[in-house]
């Protein structure tokens, strides 16, 4: 879809920073997920993850250590590190916009994974700002036209009965 | 705002059920968890706490399937409804495309109604967002106990916008499709109202 090309280049920049983060940092997983819980990309094995879940709960994680950090009188903890057994979390804001969770084990070392993911998020950050400056010049085509409501109201017919 | 992912072609939008605690938010979702097939539906995710009062949220991704090319999903959420988890209520309405409000039916819980809706608005107003430009409906739950308040009663007092509302028994799945059909509708009709025709 032409129409969206400069949106998709965007996406491919993201997608190689994550590709890479994912090989340097030696972890299994990275996700990228909005501040409203859901999921915009991911890289790595994530065979057997419920991603839905993973981005709601990743979200509202972020979302209330944010809370707690106030209290606190933080403006923010900008990262979070969840210890497990096996598999360890590791969570970050990027440009204030994105939640960036990094899944690893003891492959690697978290020290490695933090470095790596600082690094990341400021190649992020400008990526995704330069996004947002063509998405002011240029606004995508809009989906939710009349064809697309009416669509959708059949499906929700079909779901759910008329 | 509901989030369109151009890349992979997707839109997700997020549906948050409020009312006050104990007025069946949790069990419409179950409901609508059970009832659904398992082609359509996600995991039900409950934070909750150990006699299954709601923590923090319960959540419920539904697949609409392909509308003009892109997967389209509903997410559903409920809040926590005990009046000292406003900050997880808060977080949940971050990003919110459509409300169920969700009112005990129980003549003795109208204040608590009142003060969840008015919550709700406050809640809503910390994010700059007005109740006026966010499609939501009421669902007055439990209309089988012999308590139920009138429902002429319950509009006078919750529904000054005069939304569409639903009278439900959510433990039986009285009303639960219809309100989530009709919120679902809803908000796919605000987000196309937006756009330039």
Do not use: W
């Not at chain 1, 400021?122 to 409501?149: A, C, I, N, R």
């Not at chain 2, 959510?170 to 109202?193: C, N, P, Q």
């Amino acid at each position: 879809m032409s129409e969206y090309k400069y949106i998709e280049e965007s996406f491919k920049k993201v997608e190689t920073i994550l590709k890479k983060l994912k090989e340097t940092s030696n972890s299994n997983a990275v996700l990228l997920i909005d501040k409203a819980g859901q999921l915009i990309t991911s890289i790595g094995d994530i065979s057997g993850l419920d991603i839905v879940s993973f981005a709601t709960l990743s979200a509202a994680d972020f979302g209330a250590t944010s809370q707690l950090a106030e209290l606190i009188g933080e403006k923010n903890f900008s990262s979070l590190y969840h210890q497990g057994e096996k598999n360890s979390l590791f969570i970050s804001l990027v440009a204030n916009r994105v939640i960036l969770a990094v899944l690893f084990d003891s492959k690697t070392t978290l020290g490695l994974v933090k470095v790596r993911t600082k690094h990341a998020s400021q190649e992020l950050e400008h990526v995704l700002d330069e996004l947002f400056e063509k998405l002011k010049v240029t606004p995508p085509k809009e989906v939710f036209d009349k064809s697309f409501l009416k669509e959708a109201e059949e499906e929700l017919d079909k779901l759910f009965g008329p | 705002m509901a989030l369109i992912n151009y890349a992979s072609r997707e839109i997700n939008v997020k549906i948050v059920y409020y009312g006050p605690g104990l007025s069946g938010k949790t069990t419409n979702i179950k409901y609508i968890y059970e009832k659904l097939s398992p082609d359509l539906k996600g995991q039900l995710v409950s934070v909750a706490t150990e006699q299954e009062r709601t923590l923090f949220f319960d959540f419920l991704p539904i697949d609409l399937g392909n509308v003009r090319g892109f997967k389209t999903r509903f997410h559903l959420y409920t809040v926590p409804g005990q009046v000292f988890y406003n900050a997880s209520r808060k977080l949940i309405l971050k990003g919110v495309d459509g409300i169920v409000f969700v009112a005990d039916s129980q003549i003795e819980r109208m204040d608590e109604n009142i003060e969840s809706f008015e919550n709700m608005l406050e809640n809503l107003e910390t994010y700059g967002l007005k109740i006026e430009d966010i499609p939501y409906v009421i669902q007055y739950n439990k209309r089988d106990l012999p308590n139920a308040a009138p429902i002429e009663d319950l509009q006078r007092n919750l529904n000054k916008d005069g939304v569409p509302y639903y009278e439900a028994v959510a433990t039986i799945g009285k009303g639960v499709f219809e309100t989530l059909k009709e919120i679902a509708k809803m908000v796919i009709r605000h987000l196309s109202s937006k756009a330039p025709t």
